[in-house]
């Protein structure tokens, strides 16, 4: 008999410190162990959904309640409710493409760092024979990192759901996650804009490009951003329409890309991106490398003593997280009348 056949699952490999359900499930199952064998390429979790013959995508997926056949089934109920509100997350998240990096902690207290040179300091001058090398001061910011619990809570009974297919109820989980990210990427915005209420400034606004968008208003911005480099433009519907109207977003390649893949690309080859919550007449532009950190304590969470025990109704599904800026001047917005 294969060793994750014979593992005993319970509640308490949700509580275990600074692991998750799958990382617990890995010291007692490792998944080298099964290299070279048909199991290899699962990880110990999708290992523990094989042992109990759960299906949990396609058209031939399990009910609900496949789940609660048994004590140790239903110890994997809560991490499936985690792995499919993740996927929601990640096919909506545009958090990647803004973030220059992620931080995870254990509490909830966080200062992040801080260094913004000056403009003399940015030059990089020659140093004369025996002269000092200039230098370049990194702190701790005198404020915490503010953190906000997103997510949503679950209001349904067992009753309602268990004759129901896995694979639709993994796509009501996916929307949760989706709601999650659109939610992480409004603070993220925020914070680029206003500053992180602390040490950081708001952006500097580069001017005003009339009545709409304008190539001129975004090569202003683009050549105030230097020396960081405009690798990305956040912007809402209506400023999207407009830069994609543009002359220069009709040239052959750029049709042929946004036509052919969905992926929009403005003339000055940064990444285009769909805020719809971005209510600002205008465009925030930055260099992705270096503006924004991502600060996480722990990943999605749920109530999984409730879920385990069949107690889905007002069970809360939700994440942990916060922005802080890193340099100021990575960052510019370009705002315009309104028409």
Partial sequence: ????????????????????????????????????????????????????????????????????????????????????????????????????????????????????????????????????????????????????????????????????????????????????????????VDVLVNGDGGGSSAAENVGTAGNAVDYAALVSLWGKLAPYQLNTLLASTETMQQVLNLTEMRDAQAGLNFQGTGKMVTPLGANLLHVPALAAKGVIGLDKTCALEMVQAGGVTTDSDRLIDRQLERTAISAIAGFAKIFDGAVKTLHYQAS
């Fill in 1 to 188: 008999m294969e060793h994750f056949e014979q593992l005993k699952l319970e509640k308490g490999m949700y509580n275990a410190p600074g692991k998750s359900f799958t990382q617990a499930l890995e010291e007692l199952d490792r998944s080298e162990h099964y290299a070279g064998t048909p199991l290899e390429g699962l990880d110990a979790y999708q290992r523990q959904l094989k042992r109990f013959d759960i299906r949990v995508s396609g058209p031939a997926s399990d009910l609900v309640e496949k789940f609660f056949q048994t004590g140790d089934s239903a110890a994997l109920f809560p991490e499936y409710v985690t792995r499919a509100v993740r996927q929601g997350m990640e096919q909506a998240d545009l958090l990647p493409h803004i973030v220059a990096t992620v931080t995870n902690i254990n509490g909830m207290d966080y200062r992040t760092l801080t260094s913004e040179p000056a403009e003399d300091d940015k030059r990089l001058k020659p140093v004369a024979e025996g002269a000092a090398i200039p230098q370049t001061l990194v702190t701790t910011k005198d404020h915490l990192v503010r953190l906000n619990k997103r997510g949503r809570m679950l209001v349904a009974s067992y009753e309602a759901l268990r004759f129901q297919k896995l694979d639709l109820f993994t796509v009501t989980l996916r929307q949760i996650g989706a709601y999650i990210a659109r939610a992480q990427l409004n603070d993220a």
